[in-house]
C-alpha cells in the first residue's frame, strides 16, 4: 500500500507542478463561471464548484505533504552524508532533525 501511495503522491504532485495543470484548472473555473447564466446562478452552481474545489485541495494537502515529507528525509540523509564525509565537518549535527524546536533554538543560540 505504502509503494502504491507513494507512486500516486509523486505523480499527482508532479502533475499539479505543471503549466497545463493551472491551465485546466483555469479552463474549469472559467467554464463554470461562464455557465452562470444558464443555471440563474443558482445555489446548486454555487455548490457545484465550492464542492468540487474543497475535495480536491483536501485530496491535494495529503499527496503534496507525503511528497515533501519524504523529499525532506532524503535531502536530510543527504546533509547526513555530506557531514559524515567532511573530516573537518563537526557530526555533532547529524540527526538535529529530530531535535524539538525548543532544542533546535538552543542550539541556534548556542552557534
Excluded: C, H
Aim: glycine fraction near 6%.
Amino acid at each position: 500500500m505504502t509503494s502504491w501511495f507513494d507512486t500516486l503522491a509523486t505523480a499527482v504532485a508532479v502533475a499539479a507542478g505543471r503549466a497545463w495543470a493551472s491551465g485546466l484548472a483555469l479552463l474549469v473555473v472559467a467554464v463554470w463561471a461562464a455557465s452562470g447564466p444558464l443555471f440563474g446562478y443558482s445555489d446548486t452552481w454555487q455548490l457545484f464548484i465550492n464542492t468540487g474545489t474543497t475535495v480536491i485541495t483536501f485530496l491535494m494537502v495529503f499527496l503534496i505533504q507525503a511528497t515533501q515529507t519524504r523529499d525532506t528525509a532524503a535531502i536530510q540523509l543527504k546533509l547526513d552524508e555530506l557531514v559524515r564525509a567532511n573530516q573537518n565537518a563537526r557530526n555533532v549535527f547529524i540527526g538535529i532533525d529530530q531535535l524539538t524546536a525548543e532544542q533546535l533554538e538552543a542550539l541556534r543560540r548556542r552557534q
